[in-house]
């Protein structure tokens, strides 16, 4: 048997969701079977984000990414906001939910911090499955996914294994690395994984570059109503620590950040984790990104453009960081 599983790719969540997929998978679903899985990346671009051709394994499983209607999508995992490109994939979703055999198998609930943590739910509350083995991993997810911790300075200063695995993981350009550290993360703690040779000589140059983009971003900041604006577009970076600017800006309710990658241009706008903003007072952020095509979680988004549309990328970030800021001073 051949599972073919399909993963936010980049991401410290997308990858630990389908690492606890496969361990779930194995232990609960073919119960002693030893399929071949195979892993492949996803990421939002603009555009088709799925390609129908590659959904070619006798199962086909996505996590952590937005559904798919296509009837060779076998599970489907996800926590999102903005997890339906269209009103008729959420009609189809909700179709699905009404077949008893369909709704065991996709599986939707936003309340949850990662889909890590949701699919380790799903998994022991209706399958059995046993997740005390992999609860330091839960664990991180939810640090990692939910912005939860204790300080901007515990986000940025790279302490823990799980926080430079996430830095090597959002930077890797070599797209066997991911999949090959996949199986690894449900199989031992992760400072095990982050010593295994083809990991640990990644971290040295990354832990520079983080550096350097510190750097950068605190050259380009411009910080005004609680909102930071920053454009490194200039320098094709594959990808930035998102907290940086309330390392730089702890006071700051919003950042925008416009950069620009091998295969779009992007736009993320977050929200201060530690901010002391009422929540109920804030914008959500999923709402304004969907606007542009993108999307994400009330308290962050992004929005992708193709890498030659700088331009209209650029334009929407004026748009978006001028509503932002005057949402704060009316808020203020």
């Known amino acids: 048997m051949q599972v073919r599983v399909f993963y936010h790719d980049k991401c410290f969540d997308g ?8 361990r779930f998978h194995r232990e609960c679903v073919v119960k002693g079977a030893a399929p071949d899985y195979e892993y492949h990346g996803l990421v939002h671009r603009a555009g088709a984000l799925f390609n129908e051709n590659d959904f070619t394994g006798d199962e086909n499983a996505i996590v952590d990414f937005k559904y798919s ?3 060779k999508i076998t599970w489907w995992f996800d926590h999102h906001l ?13 179709d699905c939910q009404r077949d008893p055999v369909c709704a065991r198998q996709r599986f939707y609930d936003p309340k949850y911090i990662s889909c890590t943590g949701y699919l380790a739910h799903i998994a022991a ?12 991993l839960i664990h991180w997810a939810n640090i990692v996914d939910g912005a939860l911790y204790e300080s901007p300075e515990s986000a940025v200063e790279m302490a823990a294994p799980a926080m430079k695995l996430t830095l090597i993981i959002e930077a890797t350009q070599d797209p066997e690395f991911i999949p090959r550290l996949i199986p690894l993360l449900t199989e031992m703690p ?7 040779p ?4 990644l971290l040295p140059p990354l832990l520079e570059q983080h550096k350097r983009a510190i750097e950068l971003i605190r050259e380009r900041s411009e910080f005004r109503d609680g909102t930071i604006f ?3 577009s200039d320098h094709l970076l594959e990808g930035f620590n998102k907290f940086i600017p309330y390392y730089l800006y702890p006071q700051a309710t919003y950042s925008i950040g416009l950069s ?9 706008v977050g929200s201060n984790p530690w901010t002391k903003a009422d929540p109920a007072t804030m914008v959500n952020l999923a709402q304004v990104c969907e606007r542009y095509g993108g999307g994400g979680h009330a308290r962050v988004g992004a929005i992708s453009f193709p890498p030659d549309r700088e331009d209209q990328a650029r334009e929407a970030s004026k748009v978006i960081v001028a509503e932002l800021r005057e949402a704060e001073r009316d808020r203020q």
Do not use: Y
Not at 125 to 136: C, E, H, I, K, L
Not at 190 to 196: A, D, I, K, P, R
Not at 261 to 266: A, D, G, H, N
């Open 15 to 22: 990858a630990c969701s389908a690492s606890l997929f496969t």
């Open 69 to 71: 209607a296509s009837p």
């Open 82 to 94: 903005s997890a339906f490109l269209t009103p008729a994939d959420h009609e189809n979703f909700l």
């Open 125 to 136: 509350t209706q399958f059995g499955f046993d997740t005390a083995p992999v609860a330091d």
């Open 190 to 196: 992760l400072g095990e994984v982050l010593e295994q």
């Open 198 to 201: 083809f990991v640990a000589g």
């Open 230 to 232: 920053f454009d490194i």
């Open 260 to 268: 620009k990658s091998s295969f779009r241009t992007k736009v993320a």
